[in-house]
């Protein structure tokens, strides 16, 4: 079992940044690939960023690409969102979750297996 925990939500001018962290508990969590969804009001979830175990393989949404960074520390069980040039439309819930398979790097929710309970990002124009 992996407890993910997501900090580092907030308010933010557009054009600011944010880092989100993911504290992750449990056993393997190092082995785990790694991504981060959002999900907006009356909006469905979707896809930012993951990154994979093997070998730190990323890959990004098409709308977060060149502004988002996804890291990860396994010595600190963590993973980070570096967020910079934020506009009003990042605006959402924003999930971390692990995946089981240490290689994907999976843009498709279902095909991970942990969830966080999700940090608020708001970003005023």
């Known amino acids: 079992q992996v407890r993910l925990v997501e900090s580092g939500g907030g308010l933010v001018q557009a054009g600011g940044s944010l880092r989100l962290s993911c504290a992750a508990s449990?056993?393997?969590?190092?082995?785990?690939?790694m991504g981060w969804f959002r999900q907006a009001p009356g909006k469905e979830r979707t896809f930012v960023a993951a990154i994979n175990w093997s070998s730190g393989t990323t890959r990004y949404g098409d709308s977060v690409k060149g502004r988002f960074s996804i890291s990860r520390d396994n010595a600190k069980n963590t993973v980070y969102l570096q967020m910079n040039s934020l506009k009003p439309e990042d605006t959402a819930v924003y999930y971390c979750a692990a995946d089981t398979d240490p290689i994907r790097t999976s843009t498709r929710g279902s095909e991970y297996d942990y969830w966080g309970q999700g940090t608020q990002v708001t970003v005023s124009a």
């Open positions: 449990g056993r393997s969590f190092s082995s785990y690939s």
